[in-house]
């Protein structure tokens, strides 16, 4: 199985600052995705990271805000961009496994956000 | 369009009863995977099982089961003789080859 790690693994960060999160896979993968998960809540897929072209993103979500960079098949950055309380969640980071079976998404730990 | 819904919010047992946890999904696909994913207090994922679509024939792992039924379009998960360190949140998710989709999620305790 795909091994993820992700740092920071935390942070608490000031209103209308931005912060980059990196995510490291220890092999190489098609498909990256950067998750949400606000406080009790569900995860919610951010986008797509596709290596050699721009990232893929779902409904309200968008380039500005989150800006994705995918320079090869082991690595990509999520920044949070002018950051608001709002934007305090956990940010996951996943990657695509692919074996005789099928597919299986496995995670990063996560990085906590809090925005003052 | 995908969805998964897991219908139970919140569950309580003590120590050593089993539990279901439900999951429904919906999707248009004729070929999908289905997952079980359990987040600890802690808050990492941790992967449990993979299901294939063609493939419904239920499995066992210790003291998790899981039923899957493409008639009622149902993937459920049973611990059985549950233990402390099973609290945690549940999430069903489904994937069709191009994202994957979570469920709510079941947050379960289990009581000493």
């Known amino acids: 199985s795909a091994v993820i790690s992700q740092k920071p693994s935390r942070d608490i960060c000031q209103r209308g600052t931005s912060l980059t999160i990196q995510c490291q896979v220890d092999?190489?993968?098609?498909?990256m995705f950067w998750y949400r998960q606000q406080p009790g809540q569900s995860l919610t897929l951010i986008a797509t990271?596709?290596?050699?072209?721009?990232?893929?993103?779902e409904s309200g979500f968008v380039i500005d805000k989150f800006p994705i960079s995918r320079p090869n098949l082991t690595f990509s950055t999520l920044t949070v961009s002018n950051m608001s309380p709002e934007d305090s969640s956990i940010y996951l980071c996943?990657?695509?496994?692919?074996?005789?079976?099928?597919?299986?998404?496995?995670f990063g730990p996560g990085t906590r956000l809090l925005v003052l | 369009a995908q969805k998964v819904t897991q219908a139970q919010t919140e569950i309580s047992v003590v120590e050593k009863e089993d539990v279901t946890l439900d999951c429904v999904y919906e999707?248009?696909?004729?070929?999908?995977?289905l997952f079980w994913y359990k987040q600890p207090p802690s808050g990492e994922l941790v992967f449990l099982i993979r299901?294939?679509?063609?493939?419904?024939q239920n499995e066992i792992s210790g003291r998790y089961s899981w039923n899957f039924q493409k008639s009622t379009s149902s993937f459920n998960f049973t611990i059985t003789a549950s233990q402390v360190v099973d609290s945690a949140v549940y999430f069903c998710?489904?994937?069709?080859?191009?994202?994957?989709?979570f469920g709510p999620g079941t947050s379960l305790s289990v009581i000493p």
């Open positions: 996943s990657a695509i496994d692919r074996d005789r079976g099928g597919e299986t998404q496995y």
């Open positions: 092999s190489q993968v098609t498909m």
């Open positions: 990271a596709n290596q050699g072209s721009e990232a893929t993103y």
């Open positions: 999707t248009r696909d004729t070929t999908y995977y």
């Open positions: 299901r294939n679509s063609f493939d419904e």
């Open positions: 998710a489904l994937s069709d080859y191009d994202k994957v989709i």
